[in-house]
């Protein structure tokens, strides 16, 4: 398929990143984004939040500051009471409100379930666009927020997840990687993903690729939610995490005995999860200190760049 | 052995449907059905966890599987070592000749074979057939009083042989409620094959 393009694209449908972006002038550029989804928790005004700080992530993930928004709504408007979808656009516009992003317009179908998410458009400097590419071999790479929501959500479904776990594993969906974002925005970083449904590895693939580099995972380093790992050893893993899985076998390898729960969380689909963010070696560990700092306490150093053998992800 | 029919569901679907059908009864084997790998994966994680032994298997478009392990008796001493006996348990076959036990009165007889039969599930995983010939095939019939017991030591994967020579000798081959109906054949090789052979 051949996509239509200008001088000015930066980032289009040709590399598959987390957004496009296409200069303005020299001091300027707009991401842009767009994501929805069906409910993933049963609060409509959790899930508009969560929504909205999945859709808003893409733009902190290319370096940028999300500026405005339009609403994506498909509402059962014969089967589902209006103050439902009242509720899910008050989670989306508080989570707006929260990254200081204005909501100027929408639309809305009606349609059998209930859908909802936000096209984002933000602002970058031309030479400041984060990709999934630029790895450079010494690199450290850095995740904002700990794995394993897909698992506990499974496990939500399942009815076996405590009150308190449920309402934590909400809370981490619907936190914003804005502070992430600031807080790499002070340090020289050389590429940056957010983590969501294809998993840690999945994505960490996708920088892989192309890049004639290799990685190395500290799986023991890597944050995981504890009761995810429980649920993972009771086969409570969303099929996705076992699509991820194969989809990237050919690329990865994992070390001789690893707890086979640990290896489920880097495949476990997430939604609204973390940035992953490669950076020199020599600065991971100030920034996952200042990340520490601002409040982001999971915030960990979870691998590095080496050169070859190319393209592929070492856990161990 | 009980089959839990997990197709056309969405995790976590199959392995709340597995877990719903181990707290209903206990069960010392299962065969899952279910129509994907991921599913299949998860399945076998959870009886890993119940403390099954479990064993995969491809069936036409289904996956199957396969978990064993031995009885309720022997789970709740899991916490410790388990005794030698229970890691390797002897194959004891009990071969139930009459419906009555010893001679005498045949009232008090009744009484302490239907005892009998109801205790017998404290021999544990050692008690690996159990054989009924003669007039003892009148307990495997509808009105036996221990026909729900020896169904739910069929249901937690006990082998009952019934003697089919003996059900028609009675005439009551329709009325057999429990066990295999077997032949002299299967008989001896159970005797050749067991650790131990307690007659009544």
């Given at each position: 398929m051949v996509f239509p393009t200008d001088?000015?694209?930066?980032?289009?449908?040709?590399r598959a990143d987390d957004a496009g972006v296409y200069k303005v002038s020299d001091e300027l550029a707009l991401i842009q984004t767009v994501d929805f989804f069906t409910p993933?928790?049963?609060?409509p005004y959790w899930f508009g939040q969560i929504a909205a700080a999945n859709a808003l992530s893409d733009v902190y993930a290319m370096g940028g500051i999300p500026k405005t928004a339009m609403n994506l709504v498909a509402f059962p408007v014969k089967d589902m009471d209006l103050s439902v979808l009242r509720a899910v656009i008050q989670g989306g516009i508080d989570k707006l409100a929260e990254a200081e992003t204005v909501l100027i317009g929408g639309h809305s179908i009606e349609d059998k379930e209930l859908k909802y998410g936000l096209s984002v458009t933000g602002f970058v400097h031309p030479a400041r666009v984060l990709t999934k590419q630029n790895l450079q071999p010494g690199d450290g790479l850095v995740l904002t927020k700990p794995l394993g929501t897909g698992i506990v959500n499974t496990a939500i479904k399942a009815g076996m997840a405590s009150a308190d776990l449920t309402e934590s594993v909400t809370r981490l969906m619907a936190a914003l990687n804005r502070i992430a974002a600031e807080t790499m925005a002070r340090f020289d970083v050389h590429a940056c993903t957010d983590v969501t449904g294809f998993g840690l590895l999945g994505h960490l693939a996708e920088m892989v690729s192309g890049s004639g580099r290799s990685v190395r995972v500290f799986a023991e380093r890597i944050p995981v939610i504890e009761d995810a790992l429980t649920f993972a050893a009771m086969?409570?893993?969303?099929?996705g995490a076992y699509k991820n899985r194969e989809f990237r076998a050919g690329m990865i390898e994992v070390g001789d005995g690893m707890a086979r729960e640990r290896q489920d969380m880097l495949f476990d689909p997430q939604t609204s999860g973390g940035l992953l963010i490669c950076m020199p070696g020599a600065q991971a560990e100030d920034l996952v200190a200042a990340l520490k700092d601002a409040g982001?306490?999971?915030?960990?150093?979870?691998g590095e760049i080496v050169d070859g053998p190319a393209e592929k992800i070492r856990v161990a | 052995m009980k089959e839990i029919d997990a197709r056309g569901l969405a995790c976590p679907a199959p392995v709340l449907q597995t877990k719903a059908a181990l707290q209903e009864e206990e069960l010392s084997s299962l065969r899952v059905v279910l129509d994907n790998a991921a599913s299949q994966e998860n399945v076998q994680r959870f009886l890993d966890s119940q403390g099954y032994e479990t064993l995969l298997q491809a069936e036409g478009a289904d996956f199957w599987v396969i978990g064993t392990r031995g009885n309720a008796r022997q789970r709740q001493e899991a916490g410790g070592p388990a005794p030698e006996a229970a890691l390797q348990p002897g194959k004891i076959m009990v071969m139930c000749a009459?419906?009555?036990?010893?001679?005498?009165?045949d009232e008090l007889g009744k009484k302490l074979m239907i005892n009998f039969l109801r205790t017998?599930?404290?021999?544990?995983?050692?008690?690996w057939r159990l054989v009924f010939v003669n007039n003892g095939v009148?307990?495997?019939?509808?009105?036996?009083?221990?026909l729900e017991d020896l169904q739910a030591f069929e249901k937690e994967g006990l082998t009952i042989l019934v003697c089919g020579t003996c059900l028609d000798h009675f005439d009551l081959l329709v009325r057999k409620q429990v066990g295999v109906t077997t032949n002299m054949l299967d008989i001896v090789t159970a005797m050749q094959l067991a650790d131990k052979v307690i007659s009544i």
């Open positions: 001088g000015n694209v930066l980032v289009g449908l040709d993933i928790v049963d609060d086969g409570l893993i969303p099929a982001l306490g999971d915030a960990a150093k979870v | 009459t419906d009555r036990m010893g001679f005498g009165d017998l599930k404290e021999m544990g995983p050692e008690l009148k307990l495997t019939i509808d009105g036996s009083e221990v």
